[in-house]
């Protein structure tokens, strides 16, 4: 499986690579477009226990605003877990009521993508407090779901660090990479994507379909060497 989405987003890259390069004519003078830089970053969200039973709401709220929801769970966490979670504010005065609080019932847990996901989610959530939220982003997640300073509704990442480390705290199987880049991602195109996509663009010129679009895609899709072989079973003859 990994092999076929890390195929298909080189597959995006390139496409948009060359749609953001093609060479345009401008007064018989050839304008070569800037190439894109494509990052897709993630980050963790937490619908904490108080806003459980709003879940589907807030939910909707997170779709709405852009987000990709890469991974949920619903979980109930234990006063370790919930300690680990929160070790970075271990020793503050409100230590022991966030884990009691965050141990107390099911909270749901996502993992978000998209662009900038870390600034865009802590904007959407708004401040801590409810208060100042309701006072200055009243459209807020907690300002509209929040109750105090601790139960404030909802939880996001605050670097990209953290973000990591609390993917990996919720989601052990996940595996967070980079996307290759520079050299790296010149030698996977050259050594996987471009063979491929060459060949494509060869049949396709020769079959000239009315829809080449969808014709390349389905093309691709069908001879893509990283599909997974399904061997079916053997049937006993009659």
Partial sequence: VHGVSEFYCFIFIL?????????????????VLEKPSIFVERTLA???PDAASKSEEIEEIILRSGFTILQKRRICLTPEQASDLYAE???KLFFPSLVAFMSSGPIVVFTLAM???IKHWRTL?????PKDARDLYPESIRALYGTDDTRNAVHGSDSFTNAEREIRFMFPESTIEPIP???LAKDYLGKYVNPVLLKGLS???KEKPLDPVTWLADWL??????KPNIIEPLTPKQ
């Fill in 15 to 31: 496409f948009e690579t060359i749609t953001q390069s093609l060479v345009m004519m401008e007064d018989g003078q050839p304008t």
């Fill in 46 to 48: 937490i619908i904490k």
């Fill in 89 to 91: 504010h271990y020793g």
């Fill in 115 to 117: 662009e900038n996901a």
């Fill in 125 to 129: 959530i708004g401040p801590t407090k």
């Fill in 181 to 183: 880049a520079g050299q």
């Fill in 203 to 205: 049949e396709l010129c």
């Fill in 221 to 226: 899709l069908e001879n893509n060497p990283n």
